[in-house]
């Protein structure tokens, strides 16, 4: 399994005022890993993310909790909360990082800047979930954010077996805005602002493993 690496401004990369990467450019050689320069300074990269997961504590617990309750005698419902983190797998960054240190060792990295983020589920059929609030604005870079949503009792049934067969349940979109140029044929650069989009899983394979954070009502 591939180590994942979160990303926060104190630890391996740092922030930069006034950072304006060029958007079209990505000088890793990867085809996960994107990394983009700077407009003005050569030795500046920013690093975008590639994942994010479900955001988990020192001791590797997902901060993610699932009960129920009963709406009537008959009707169950489901209730799913969790905090996400954008991050970047470790063994692809460091690759990427230590291509570029061999072309430029003066090079320095930072986390991409982002003017805006928002956190959306897509794709949820309505038999499947009620409500959510999952759609909101949602930070900076490195920062976990917020979801939650209800189950229908559907819902409830595909969640959990999704967790007894180790399976997806389902995906969200992190979108996240960027401040950039765009360098042009003639070298002169244009402003823009640039939209991109990572999936985020909720997998029964992950959950699985952490048998206490699925409370169930037993009758």
Request: proline letters at 5%; charged letters at 20%.
């Amino acid at each position: 399994m591939k180590k994942l690496l979160i990303v926060v401004s104190s630890l391996l990369l740092t922030t930069v005022a006034q950072a304006i990467p060029v958007m079209n450019e990505n000088v890793a050689n990867s085809g996960v890993m994107t990394i983009y320069p700077d407009h003005a300074d050569p030795h500046r990269y920013y690093v975008a993310p590639n994942v994010v997961m479900i955001a988990t504590n020192k001791k590797g617990t997902p901060h993610f909790s699932y009960a129920e309750y009963r709406r009537n005698l008959i009707y169950k419902v489901g209730v799913i909360a969790m905090t996400l983190v954008p991050a970047y797998t470790r063994e692809e960054l460091d690759v990427a990082k230590a291509e570029i240190l061999a072309k430029d060792p003066l090079a320095e990295f930072s986390g991409l800047p982002f003017i805006g983020s928002s956190l959306a589920l897509n794709g949820a059929l309505p038999e499947l979930i009620t409500s959510n609030e999952c759609n909101h604005a949602a930070g900076l870079i490195g920062q976990e954010q917020a979801c939650s949503f209800v189950l229908t009792d559907k819902g409830r049934i595909f969640f959990l077996k999704a967790i007894e067969r180790k399976m997806l349940f389902t995906t969200l979109q992190f979108e996240y805005q960027v401040q950039a140029v765009l360098r042009l044929a003639d070298g002169t650069f244009k402003d823009a602002t640039i939209t991109h989009g990572v999936a985020v899983r909720i997998d029964g394979g992950q959950l699985a493993r952490h048998p206490r954070l699925i409370r169930r009502l037993m009758y």
